[in-house]
């Protein structure tokens, strides 16, 4: 018996190695493929960059210029890559600029994994310098989130976060590790991965009678229609979804979050929804009688006044999230559960169709939406440049073959409404949060994603200023950025809804410029900017066909407005196609 | 709809944070907490945490599901009053001379099922188990009296119809939980989804 025990205990001794809570980090990430991470030092997480200096050659790590860069970078390169972006920062403010990208993360569901330092564990509660509540400040806005004290636990703890941010429905996680456990040295036994957390259940069991009464339905449809979010991309349920789209063939329409799940030239695809999306797809929510929402969640940017929503339509939800379930949205049948499981389940049991008539109005409504808005928007008689006809230009030299990453307003709204993508993970975009300042972070992170593909960021000049520091980043890391402002030298969307909805009082959206080329010049990026139309297609090769990263400026139309428009308040059939409707 | 007293029975893992976790749900919704209790369960290593509020039964259902979301949930319940068995526990101090004194005082103590718990030359403390409309009558028995603390516990409620945790908790140790661990994702049983 003695010997037994001893000869058991030699073997675990010969397993473990001792190392310090840092290298323990390092090595979870390594065994998690972690390739990049994006970060920030500074004082209590500075034994984990003192054990980065040794693993340099396995993990590269960019230096960004805020916090807040890091996390949208991170975001950026997990919805590109289908993998966990992973984000360093110090305590204190390293840790609070972290809470905008968190509350991003947390409402479009993109996994991140976020390491912060914190002080010492006898120093917690006291005030101490760069000390703050991080777990208590981040529970709103993550998934899940941990303070480990004792390096011991740093295995099996990154372990979960990882399993946590990356299964089900995706989500940020933070790891709070307080200094000391860094520094302590302990008996490390190897990292496993985490596959089973017992109180968390990341899919729904499917259950078999809801898939036959969801084929059903949409076997007696006359006019079924499909809308499809996020959800089908972070199940990476593409294909499964494309196959259904195509046996069923019913008409389908994404969400900003859903766009290039299928090609948007695809004869099914019907376009954006929401309230700068399309003119069909909203207006025929309301004419369907079936609706098949998948992997979305009826976000009032949507869905425009719940109680004028679909009412007629019998409403069919897949989606991994059972609190989704009837959130906004009566159902008539409730799929729950990853739909890479339940898409192939239900095209089984579903009749091969076509609805020529159906799909006619689909056209019918483009034809409206392409006389009134779509035609002076990509081809406009007059001088002043419009952001569509930019977007229809660089269509015409990337072929949907694009990262398109787009920060918040309208040029977030133009680029999503007539950007061609023929991949999915092409559309990084700050949906659900609407955070101005996103997109050249997260266009660093998509193009450390998905280094094969090219990425352009298109920016407002507003909000470009708000992250512009990360061309500090571009320009020593050197990612392949396309950075592409649209500048209307106002806070377009919000004075846009001023004119139409304030009586044209333009309060604080009148917003001044630097030389943003010369600005790029000083970090050492070339680049141009362009007023005149014949000048824009040349500006646009030089800046896609540029070696490395590229920054051009268009200036548009000062005081252009985006439409079509569901305006706050309204239902989505009353959508509007111009000013002169609202 | 209208708004009526759910009792809510969470069982969770034991972890620090939680509680703030499962509040938040309830705060961020304006939604205000009548009674919240935490305690060891039925199963050792699992927690319950009992809460009431006061709202319609489609808000209490998906204030449950945002609940059962939350990574370290096991399970939550929602149930009317007529589905529980419940408590509060209050206790009251008041001087011990009053008591001494007057004889009706003591009478009352004894109708309502006051049991001393502390007797001391100043003053007395007594404990009444009951529903809240029990302990509250008592207040206004001894305000004349000169009561001088008031306390009243979180509601402790037991489902009537459950079974308990422990087969249920099986479950979820499978890595393919069966149908007991989902059983609120059945929502063919209509409005009985979080009822055991
Ligand atoms: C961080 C943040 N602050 C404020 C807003 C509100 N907001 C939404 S769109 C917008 C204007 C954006 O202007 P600009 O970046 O120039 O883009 P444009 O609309 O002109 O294309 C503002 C201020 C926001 N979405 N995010």
Redesign the pocket.
């Known amino acids: 018996m003695e010997t037994l025990a001893l000869q058991k205990e030699a073997t675990t001794v010969q397993t473990t190695t001792t190392i310090s809570g840092s290298e323990a980090v390092l090595k979870a990430l390594l065994a998690e493929k972690v390739d990049t991470v994006f970060g920030y030092p500074g004082g209590a997480i500075m034994p984990i960059y003192d054990a980065l200096y040794d693993y340099n050659d396995r993990l590269k790590h960019i230096l960004v210029r805020h916090e807040q860069g890091a996390i949208h970078a991170a975001q950026g390169y997990a919805r590109v890559s289908g993998k966990v972006g992973v984000v360093f920062a110090t305590s204190g403010p390293g840790a609070t600029n972290l809470v ?1 990208g968190l509350a991003d993360a947390m409402i479009d569901s993109t996994p991140v994994v976020c390491i912060t330092g914190q002080v010492f564990a006898h120093l917690l509660g006291t005030d101490a310098f760069q000390e703050t509540d991080v777990i208590n400040i981040t529970t709103p806005v993550t998934k899940w989130n941990y303070q480990v004290t004792d390096a011991t636990e740093i295995p099996s703890v990154l372990a979960k976060a990882f399993y946590i941010a990356g299964s089900g429905r995706p989500g940020p996680v933070v790891i709070d590790i307080t200094k000391n456990a860094q520094l302590q040295m302990f008996e490390y036994a190897g990292y496993k991965r985490c596959e089973h957390i017992r109180s968390y259940r990341p899919k729904p069991i499917v259950r078999k009678e809801y898939i036959q009464q969801a084929a059903q339905l949409i076997n007696g449809a006359e006019r079924p229609f499909i809308i499809f979010g996020q959800g089908v991309v972070l199940g990476k349920a593409e294909k499964e979804f494309l196959r259904f789209v195509e046996k069923s063939g019913i008409p389908a329409a994404w969400t900003i979050m859903g766009m290039g799940a299928i090609p948007t030239d695809h004869p099914l695809a019907a376009g954006m929804l929401g309230m700068h999306g399309n003119y069909g797809p909203n207006l025929l929510t309301n004419e369907c009688d079936v609706l098949i929402a998948i992997g979305m969640r009826f976000d009032d940017r949507v869905t425009g006044r719940l109680d004028k929503y679909a009412k007629q339509a019998k409403i069919v939800h897949l989606d991994i999230d059972p609190a989704e379930i009837d959130k906004n949205v009566k159902t008539a049948v409730p799929v729950w559960g990853d739909c890479k499981e339940t898409l192939p389940l239900l095209t089984e049991l579903i009749e091969q169709k076509v609805y020529p008539q159906w799909l006619q109005r689909f056209k019918d409504c483009q034809a409206k939406e392409d006389q009134k808005v779509i035609q002076n928007e990509l081809h406009p008689a007059g001088d002043v440049m419009t ?1 569509g006809e930019v977007l229809r230009n660089l269509n015409e030299l990337t072929n949907g073959e694009a990262i398109i990453v787009t ?6 709204m ?1 680029a999503c409404r007539y950007a061609k993508m023929n991949n999915t993970r092409s559309n990084v975009t700050s949906g659900g949060l ?4 996103f997109a050249l972070p997260a266009a660093i992170g998509a193009a450390y994603g998905d280094p094969s593909r090219t990425t352009v960021a298109i ?6 200023q ?1 992250t512009l520091q990360e061309l500090g980043t571009i320009m020593q890391f050197k990612p392949n950025v396309k950075i592409m402002i ?3 030298q ?7 809804w001023q004119e139409l909805f304030h009586q044209r009082r333009y309060s604080f ?1 009148d ?1 001044t410029s630097p030389d943003f080329v010369q600005v790029a010049k000083g970090f050492g990026i070339p680049g141009q900017s362009v007023s005149d139309r014949k000048d824009l297609r040349s500006a646009l090769e030089t800046m896609i066909n540029a070696d490395g990263s590229y920054l051009l400026e268009v200036m548009v139309g000062k005081e252009n407005n985006v439409f079509p428009m569901v305006p706050q308040g309204r239902g989505v059939a009353e959508i509007v196609l111009g000013s002169d409707e609202v | 709809m209208s708004k009526q007293e759910y009792t809510i029975t969470v069982y969770t893992e034991n972890q620090i944070g939680l509680l703030n976790r499962i509040a938040i749900i309830f705060s961020r919704r304006k939604i205000n907490i009548d009674s919240l209790n935490t305690s060891p369960s039925e199963v050792d290593s699992v927690h319950r945490f009992t809460i009431v509020i006061n709202e319609t039964e489609e808000v209490v259902r998906k204030l449950c599901r945002q609940i059962e979301k939350q990574v370290e949930v096991l399970k939550a319940y929602y149930n009317t009053a007529d589905e529980i068995v419940w408590q509060e526990l209050a206790l009251y101090k008041v001087p011990t001379e009053v008591i001494a004194a007057e004889v009706k005082v003591e009478r009352l103590l004894r109708e309502h099922g006051a049991k001393a718990v502390v007797i001391r030359k100043d003053y007395t403390v007594f404990e009444v188990a009951g529903h809240r409309e029990e302990t509250d009558k008592l207040i206004r028995v001894l305000e004349p009296f000169g009561l001088i603390e008031f306390v009243r516990s979180g509601r402790v409620a037991i489902i009537k119809a459950s079974d308990g945790f422990h087969e249920k908790l099986k479950e979820f140790e499978y890595r393919e939980p069966g149908e007991e661990a989902i059983e609120n994702e059945y929502l063919d049983q209509g409005e009985k989804v979080f009822t055991m």
């Open positions: 905008t952001m920060d918040v307003g309208q040029h977030q133009v609407g955070t101005m300042g920016i407002g000049d507003g909000g470009f708000m649209l500048n209307n106002f806070l377009g969307m919000v004075r846009q959206v917003i």
